[in-house]
């Protein structure tokens, strides 16, 4: 057992430890060194008081301006109230009962005071809270005393700390692991390695992240930290590329004269120069000994499907089988008919009037009849479908495939790691792989959460795509507003053209006395995505589908042909209003996001997103994204009550001021906190990245790469790393090893 592996029992005793463990999950010394300052102070420099949130757990050093005690009128016991202040705002400590806590709060001392921001006669105030005084001259309180002393010539940590377990006391015990500890870490990084990117060792490091001097020992301790972040988490990704190029696959080249030609001659526009250029990388990939492992992004409308669908069909000309993986039913039926539409009697192998070059495309979806799924399920396990698309549905055991050469999963964050696995894993060997994502990633975040796939980017919109114009309509301070934004929906169906509208709630809820709801199908978890922690705040409920269609249809949209879609209709249902809206027989489509991916309809040229606060970023680039597909310009009018100013108006805001959405997947990452980038979670609290940031940090991740690849490729199962290896063994626990294992 290495000296980080040690249980903090041995350092700080049962009950500390048990505290440790219980509210911020530190059982380690390990965990304890690796538990960094959220920030620093320095003595003199007081915290702004007026950033603190109501509610928030905080630590501010401030200075105490008056101290006050309170008998309570006709009853025994008194309150002590202390004003501490930054020099410009002031905040209220309140103890009850405890008045002897005058001889050590005295005007003029400074301390750190850590509690609950309350809100009392509408002033701001911590009650009982807990405090440590920085008097380098207090005789009340030797603990004053030593504090002063423990942080006297250097900047003071402050930790993420809970009410159980306040930032100074967390301190002290970081201080008891640096000195029994520290001098006994290993090092991860090989010599060399530091040498070329001037790096301290880590002893040093911990030593001065937890009790720096200057900010210039910060800043060199962090550098560090960082490094070792980005080049363990590489090490992994490199070891699992290097594992994925080592096992066998069947190269699937598309044959000349087959299927992909007679495609191609078919296709009613040339393909930009950006498709071209993806296909020709995928199709290098298909041709190879070894499974691909691909990352196709791109822009809203770039064309990712068409790519797709080229990269199945030379599949299919090589003998094999492809399925593309959808999210939803609603995807999985548009992706179908989509694919049947362009490929025409292509898509009709084996049928009465199908091409001699073609092949059958089934859908496969939980919710399909017995016949028409016991006959998909035959073309697939005898291979006469060429192609299959599907839902969750397809990775089932009873789901057979002769051949399967290649698997595409479209909006791969909505799928588990292993619901893909368990889809690779029906072919005899490994099939080939290629992931889509709807929206645009940022590069580092590609290199960090998708390391171990290569990546291809569509940068280029296809010609004849038209701009999109976006605006906010602030309903509340100008409901004009709103009565204009129904206005140019009526006019732009007067032109011909269709709408949608978009709610982040469907609204045929049953009250909670009723009788059980069915089990939800998967794809309503993502339709109401925009709605969790809505609950909570004082807010009216978030708008439905059902109620603001029936409000449109007697008011403003009255006379036009509206309809709703969700994910609770039935299956048949959907489908049948999804054909009717793509024929022209439906003016504007009520949804929730069921229609957020993959839905295209070219006629669509307005889209009202309402309560459009509730969405993120990235999705409402991508609904956004439904509109402009055809030659006429596509309009997003972005509804919401928040007022001007605030946080949720200034994504709103970023949302209407550009059309890139690479620059607001960079927007959406950095306010949904970076997570844990190798768990599964879009957005999470805990992350493995303590230093590292896969926003900011693009050239210590570059570099860490670079070397981590030519580190596996020396060593590939690091036998004269070994320090490396129990590092990586750490960050892989088991949960994370799996994903990788799998992803």
Request: net charge negative; hydrophobic share 40%; aromatic share 4%.
């Amino acid at each position: 057992m290495g000296a980080l592996d040690e249980p903090l029992t041995k350092l700080v005793g049962d009950r500390t430890a048990k505290v440790l463990a219980d509210s911020l999950k530190l059982r380690t010394v390990g965990d304890l060194l690796h538990h960094y300052p959220r920030r620093y102070v320095e003595r003199g420099q007081l915290t702004s008081l007026d950033d603190l949130e109501i509610d928030e757990h905080v630590t501010v050093l401030a200075r105490i301006e008056k101290v006050t005690l309170i008998p309570f009128r006709g009853r025994k016991g008194d309150r002590l109230e202390v004003v501490v202040t930054d020099g410009r705002s002031r905040l209220s400590l309140v103890f009850f009962n405890q008045g002897w806590r005058q001889k050590e709060l005295k005007a003029g001392a400074q301390g750190l005071f850590a509690g609950k921001v309350g809100v009392f006669n509408r002033s701001r105030q911590l009650v009982s809270p807990d405090y440590q005084l920085l008097d380098e001259d207090a005789t009340a309180s030797t603990e004053a005393g030593d504090a002063a002393k423990q942080f006297a010539g250097r900047l003071i940590p402050v930790y993420g700390a809970s009410a159980q377990m306040p930032s100074w006391k967390l301190s002290l015990c970081v201080e008891m692991a640096l000195d029994s500890y520290v001098a006994k870490v290993g090092e991860p990084l090989p010599a060399e390695l530091r040498e070329r990117h001037e790096l301290i060792p880590l002893p040093e490091a911990l030593e001065l992240i937890h009790r720096p001097r200057s900010q210039a020992d910060r800043e060199r301790a962090q550098s560090r930290l960082r490094w070792d972040e980005a080049f363990v988490l590489q090490v992994a990704l490199a070891q699992r590329r290097a594992a994925d190029s080592a096992l066998p696959a069947k190269p699937r080249e598309a044959r000349a004269g087959g299927l992909l030609d007679a495609f191609d001659a078919r296709l009613p526009f040339t393909l930009t120069e950006g498709q071209q250029k993806v296909s020709a990388e995928i199709a290098a990939d298909l041709a190879t000994e070894h499974p691909m492992h691909r990352l196709l992004q791109g822009e809203v409308g770039s064309g990712k499907t068409l790519v797709a669908l080229r990269a199945m069909l030379a599949v299919v000309d090589a003998g094999g089988q492809a399925v593309l993986l959808a999210p939803t039913e609603v995807l999985a039926q548009q992706h179908h008919r989509s694919i049947v539409e362009m490929m025409g009697d292509l898509a009709e192998g084996g049928m009465l009037g199908g091409s001699e070059l073609g092949t059958k495309v089934v859908l496969l979806t939980g919710s399909m009849g017995v016949p028409a799924r016991r006959q998909a399920l035959l073309d697939m396990a005898c291979g006469d479908a060429g192609i299959a698309i599907g839902t969750h549905a397809l990775i089932e055991d009873k789901v057979q495939f002769q051949d399967l050469g290649l698997v595409v999963v479209d909006e791969q964050h909505r799928f588990g790691v292993e619901q893909r696995d368990a889809l690779r894993a029906k072919g005899e060997q490994p099939p080939h792989l290629l992931v889509m994502t709807a929206t645009p990633i940022p590069r580092t975040v590609a290199m960090t959460v998708f390391g171990d796939l290569e990546t291809s980017v569509l940068d280029q919109l296809p010609a004849g795509r038209s701009p999109i114009s976006t605006h906010v309509v602030p309903a509340l301070e100008k409901p004009n507003f709103l009565t204009r934004a129904w206005e140019r929906v009526r006019e732009e169906v007067d032109k011909g053209h269709q709408a949608y509208v978009v709610c982040p709630r469907i609204g045929d809820e049953e009250p909670a006395a009723g009788p059980k709801r069915k089990r939800k199908a998967p794809e309503e978890d993502f339709e109401e995505i925009a709605d969790l922690g809505a609950a909570s705040d004082e807010r009216r409920p978030p708008l439905s589908v059902v109620e603001t269609a029936e409000k449109l249809v007697k008011g403003p949209l009255s006379g036009l042909r509206v309809e709703i879609l969700h994910g609770r209709l039935a299956p048949e249902a959907k489908d049948e209003v999804m054909r009717r809206f793509a024929a022209g027989e439906v003016d504007v489509l009520v949804a929730t996001t069921v229609i957020e991916v993959g839905v295209n309809v070219p006629n669509s040229t307005a889209m009202v997103i309402m309560d459009a606060d509730r969405f993120g970023v990235s999705q409402l680039h991508q609904l956004r994204g439904r509109v402009g597909r055809g030659s006429a310009a596509g309009l997003c009018l972005l509804v919401s009550d928040m007022p001007g100013g605030s946080a949720a108006r200034a994504r709103l805001d970023a949302v209407a001021g550009t059309l890139d959405g690479f620059e607001l997947s960079r927007i959406d990452l950095e306010q949904r906190r970076e997570g844990d980038v190798l768990g599964q979670a879009q957005s999470g609290v805990k992350s493995s990245l303590k230093v590292l940031s896969v926003l900011e940090d693009e050239e210590v991740i570059v570099a860490a790469r670079a070397e981590a690849t030519r580190l596996v490729a020396e060593d590939p199962e690091l036998a004269a790393h070994p320090e490396l290896r129990t590092e990586l063994e750490s960050l892989l626990d088991e949960d994370r090893a799996a994903y990788m294992e799998k992803g």
